[in-house]
């Protein structure tokens, strides 16, 4: 059943990131934002609902180390399988904004978690709270900044997605409907096809939070960014990873938090994870500077593929 479950949840998943990507591309035309920026919010938060509804029932269940590891877990896999696989279909191109503003506020945020774990192994309500007041002063920033630029680059219109300005908002609000829907219950099949495989595995709780569950959690912002890739819209792909990875500790965590505060149980979140956290996190910064300039091709996402691969060949065997 677990494998039927991956197959069927890997269909939903396709057909949640197709109708996404036209709902984020519409509204990039009603609104004249850019594609950036609507990967950053509007896709981002999308593709962060698993994250955020595991990471909930697991708090409310006593279960905050399987939070915890799902969060760092899952911005793990967006920046090393996520972003690997997806510049190896195709190039992405990285923006001024990339290292103005997006990439450091990714860090900031991976920063604060950090210190947050580091001063007492516990994100307390208070802390929640900031990180969430956190998310919402990002957000107002983002806009404004977008808004002051008044983008008026020409985008290509013919693309396979078929969205045009005129697109009405009834069709725009559901495929978002639809899209969401899809990557929802897809993710929901995946994460219950993979636990079972892992536990007929004999692989632990905490290391199935931090690999199979994370890895659950973050295949629809691989769906939705492969299927940016191929409809040849990849700057919501790049948006939507950094953003979900700033949606994930800020909102998820927070929200988590402030309902609950969040123990460290797991001493291998603080002597491990944490570290390649912000090691994935620092690295893009390198990656995007060298050679080819501002782009990640594929030899830079095959060695991004690598290190997610070393990372959870170490957890699973620790």
Known sequence: MGILYILLGLVFLVIGGEFLVRSAVGLSFKFNLSKMLV?????????????????????????????????????????????????????????????????????????????????????????????????????????????????????????????????????????????????????????????????????????IAVTVLAIGTSVPELAASVMAVIKKEEALSLGNLIGSNIFNIASVLGITAMITPIDVIDPLILSSNIFWLLGFAVVLLPLALIKPFKIFNRWKGLLLFGLYCVFISLTVLL
Do not use: C, H
């Open 39 to 207: 990967g950053l919010t509007v896709v981002s938060f999308a593709t962060s609902a698993p994250e955020l509804l595991v990471s909930l029932q697991a708090a409310l269940d006593g279960l905050a180390d399987i939070s915890l590891g799902n969060v760092i877990g899952s911005n793990i896999a967006n920046l090393g399988l996520v972003l690997g696989i997806t510049a190896l279909l195709g190039s992405l191109k990285v923006d001024r904004d990339f290292f103005r503003f997006n990439w450091p506020v990714m860090v900031l945020f991976s920063m604060a978690l950090y210190l947050a774990l580091l001063n007492d192994s516990v994100i307390s309500r208070i802390e929640g709270i900031g990180l969430f007041v956190g998310l919402l002063v990002y957000l107002f920033v983002l806009i404004k900044r977008t808004r002051a630029k008044r983008i008026t680059e020409n985008e290509e219109i013919e693309n396979a997605t078929n969205v045009v300005p005129k697109t009405s908002y009834f069709k725009i609000i559901l495929w978002l409907i639809i899209g969401a829907a899809g990557l929802y219950f897809g993710s929901e099949l995946v994460i219950s096809g993979a636990t079972t495989l892992a536990r007929m595995l004999g692989v632990g709780d905490y290391a």
